[in-house]
């Protein structure tokens, strides 16, 4: 198997991790993983089924019972040297990223910071688990509101960040005093194996932090239909978050959704055209499109069209397409083919329908999973770029006349996660980040991601947000206690 050499060869790990063991699954199934820019198996992994997730689930009620009755501050500690060995190991865990999952290097390690910095973050805000007190009802009674870990909590990950949806997740889980048992995706569980590993070297108690991997649907069951497991976090695809949705009123379990997105990127004629450009460049076409606050739709008003598309089609030429071990490469093989067949055919259908292509070449499939950066224009909105995430570097942009035409196009999908757009009108700015139905909206700026602020969808885009403080709430249940007075 081709392999990077790691600096410690003990983080890449080919066993789940379990109450504090690593283990194989019972019956001794195992998936291939493989490396998307070259097709090659990279390793295997445990085929956990339901009665392995059952006895994973066990250990992580024990390890529940140990870490909810230590100190904030010891939790806190505890994350906060975790984080601490993310950054020692950043050129391993990035290796093993670029491996598994195929984003150029230098964006893999980047990730690592990213997804250290939610340990960091919420290693702090443990300390921060306030309660309050409200004045009481009658005379002498008093009421107090406390914040209780909600219990033993699940994660099911995405392949698109294999290190961040895991730590965002598990920082706040943590932080909150619940325990864990993550499912990463199949495609990419080296990353998180390779953090259970570091969560062990801490010294994190067994049983509080559980990585399992195998196939989705009997996992996901055994995890929504456990009365152990009081809450499921989940990112990746709407149609699979509605079915997990269901699956968790079972047992009533809490549920936070990070699911689909297809943000607009809206550009009107009083914006700073080159802070536009550079903020479509970081919001497009990082993890080469796919991430799902990626610009899906770019609207963009007549005035300044033309020059727009010029400046982003000379932006685009700087994109260097490639293996991401290879230097200097900033776009990379997409997941696999299922994924390089979307963009196709989004492609097909824009000039199918009259769209016109400005720069870049023609995804033609005859190349692994790699698809050429393309730019194009006459995008109108009943193309399907418009309507599904295309998750991969294709831009269309959409010519728009009025603020109103803008804001309708841009509110017409079922999704609300990430929006953009770029003005320096005053009250244009305030009109338009009131109109916007999304969770997030980025004025003036592409890159919209970072522990501090809460991270989440309305409509079809989800439930729940993460990191900030908020996303400690999401583990928190709020228990209030009456005192009568004499
Ligand atoms: P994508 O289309 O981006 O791969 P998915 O929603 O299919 O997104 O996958 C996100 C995560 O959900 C992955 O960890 C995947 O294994 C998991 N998953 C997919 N189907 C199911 C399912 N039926 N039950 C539980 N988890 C699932």
């Not at 490639?322 to 097909?348: C, M, P, T």
Request: charged share 20%; glycine share 10%.
């Amino acid at each position: 198997m081709n392999r990077p050499k790691l600096n410690s060869a003990e983080l890449f790990r080919e066993s789940c991790f379990v109450g504090g063991e690593w283990i194989n699954a019972d019956s001794g199934a195992t998936l291939d993983v493989d490396n998307p820019a070259t097709g090659e198996v990279i390793g295997r992994v445990p085929n956990f089924n339901a009665k392995d997730t059952a006895m994973a689930i066990a250990e992580a009620d024990k390890g529940f019972h140990v870490w909810r009755d230590m100190t904030a501050s010891e939790r806190g500690d505890l994350l906060y040297r975790w984080y601490q060995l993310m950054e020692e190991n950043v050129d391993d865990l990035g290796a093993i990223m670029t491996l598994e999952q195929g984003k150029p290097l230098a964006e893999a390690k980047g990730e690592v910071h990213y997804a250290g910095a939610f340990f960091k973050w919420f290693a702090e805000e443990a300390r921060r688990a306030y309660g309050e007190t409200i004045p009481g009802a009658k005379p002498g009674q008093h009421i107090v509101v406390t914040r209780q870990p909600v219990g033993v909590s699940a994660a099911i990950t995405p392949w698109n960040f294999p290190a961040a949806m895991i730590t965002r997740k598990a920082g706040a889980a943590l932080a909150a005093g619940c325990s864990m048992v993550v499912k990463p995706a199949e495609a990419t569980p080296f990353t998180a194996l390779a953090l259970a590993h570091l969560a062990q070297k801490v010294g994190i108690p067994a049983g509080v932090f559980n990585v399992i991997t195998g196939q989705p649907q009997p996992i996901g069951e055994a995890l929504t239909s456990s009365p152990v497991v009081r809450k499921l976090s989940f990112t990746g695809s709407t149609g699979v978050g509605r079915k997990l949705m269901a699956q968790c009123s079972q047992n009533v379990q809490k549920v936070s959704l990070e699911l689909g997105g297809n943000a607009p990127f809206i550009v009107f004629d009083d914006a700073d055209l080159d802070k536009a450009v550079e903020g479509a460049m970081a919001s497009k076409f990082r993890n080469t499109g796919q991430t799902c606050v990626c610009a899906n739709r770019f609207l963009v008003q007549s005035g300044v069209h033309d020059r727009f598309v010029e400046k982003l089609s000379e932006a685009m030429k700087k994109l260097k397409l490639g293996d991401g071990f290879e230097e200097g490469v900033n776009q990379s093989a997409l997941i696999n083919r299922a994924a390089v067949e979307k963009v196709q055919r989004h492609y097909e259908d824009a000039l199918g329908k009259g769209a016109q292509r400005v720069a870049g070449s023609v995804p033609d499939g005859g190349n692994g999973n790699f698809v050429a950066p393309v730019l194009l224009t006459g995008v109108t909105p009943e193309m399907q770029l418009c309507h599904e995430e295309t998750f991969g570097p294709l831009v269309g942009v959409i010519r728009f006349d009025k603020e109103e035409e803008a804001i309708r196009i841009a509110n017409d999908t079922p999704y609300g996660l990430a929006a953009y757009f770029y003005s320096r009108d005053v009250h244009r700015v305030w009109r338009v980040a009131d109109a916007l139905e999304s969770g997030i909206v980025g004025i003036n700026e592409g890159a919209i991601s970072n522990p501090t602020a809460p991270f989440g969808g309305v409509k079809a885009s989800g439930l729940g947000r993460e990191g900030s403080r908020h996303g400690m709430e999401e583990y928190q249940e709020i228990k209030y206690l009456c005192m009568g007075g004499e």
